[in-house]
């Protein structure tokens, strides 16, 4: 019973931004996450050439992946 006594607070601190997040906001947050790691796998297997020919260059993909959060 100690145990959870003094681990109480520090699990409060760090939960605590969790208590409002809704089930909807979770997913769609981690459905951006996704579409934004998928956008970055297809872009960097891209050669440069192939990033050129779109406008964009490496340093690019990042934005791009994240442009749609």
Known sequence: MSFY???RPHADRVLGGFQ???FGAFFN???SW???RVTR?????LSDRELQ???L???D???VALKGR
């Open 5 to 7: 006594a003094q681990s």
């Open 20 to 22: 409002s997040l809704t």
């Open 29 to 31: 947050g981690l459905r």
């Open 34 to 36: 996704n579409e934004a």
């Open 41 to 45: 796998r297809e872009l960097n297997a």
């Open 53 to 55: 020919d779109i406008g």
């Open 57 to 59: 260059i490496r340093a």
């Open 61 to 63: 993909i990042e934005r």
